[in-house]
């Protein structure tokens, strides 16, 4: 299986990407947000729990994560494998991936950054709530909010795959192919 974490703070476009390579890559996609997005959508119980969190901008809580990925990995063990994307958040996030993939026999093939300055993300973010109709998206109490999370919480994990020498780096500002050329050559030498 090809696993990959896509990684990156809020608006780097691990969204956009993520839809180019799980179709060239017949990967299955596992986007954290995304499927919160749903449940809040749907109003089950796990999106009631997750509204709250998500709206301010801050962490749902790990365990409430990972066992709602566990669940997606168990679904498909056919697959040809997983892009993570906004997952993992934490370095208990990383930790509790890895256990559950050697569980299964299976491991992350390699960690992919999208590296894109503070200015650039917020101008995104900002375009976006235009159309995302995502509540977070909405101020810039929320966005300074989110990328203070991303800072703290997050970017420690580019360091937990970088000890396992699966970090690669990709410039994220430039034209939406042109990063997924980058992107897909990287992927495309962990698959041999
Ligand atoms: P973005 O990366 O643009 O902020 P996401 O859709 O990935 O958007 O995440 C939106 C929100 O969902 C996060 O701010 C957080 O509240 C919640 N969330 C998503 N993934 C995780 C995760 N792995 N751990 C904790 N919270 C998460």
Do not use: C, W
């Not at 494998?81 to 390699?110: C, W, Y």
Request: glycine share 8%; no cysteine.
């Amino acid at each position: 299986m090809l696993n990959i974490v896509l990684f990156g703070p809020p608006g780097a476009g691990k969204g956009t990407q993520s839809a180019k390579i799980i179709e060239s890559h017949s990967l299955i996609h596992i986007a954290t947000g995304d499927l919160f997005r749903k449940h809040m959508g749907e109003n089950t119980e796990l999106g009631q729990l997750a509204k709250s969190y998500m709206d301010a901008g801050n962490l749902v809580p790990d365990q409430v994560v990972i066992g709602m990925v566990e669940d997606k990995i168990q679904e498909n063990l056919d697959a040809n494998g997983f892009i993570f994307d906004g997952f993992p958040r934490t370095v208990n996030q990383a930790d509790a991936l890895d256990k559950m993939l050697e569980k299964h026999g299976l491991s992350i093939s390699g960690m992919v950054a999208l590296e894109v300055p503070e200015d650039e993300l917020k101008a995104r973010i900002k375009e976006r709530a235009k159309t995302s109709g995502r509540v977070d998206d909405q101020d810039d109490e929320k966005i300074n909010n989110r990328i203070q999370v991303y800072n703290r919480e997050t970017s420690p994990v580019a360091e937990y795959y970088r000890n396992q020498e699966k970090f690669t780096a990709i410039n994220g500002v430039g034209s939406i192919d042109g990063i997924y050329d980058a992107i897909n050559s990287t992927i495309t030498s962990l698959e041999v």
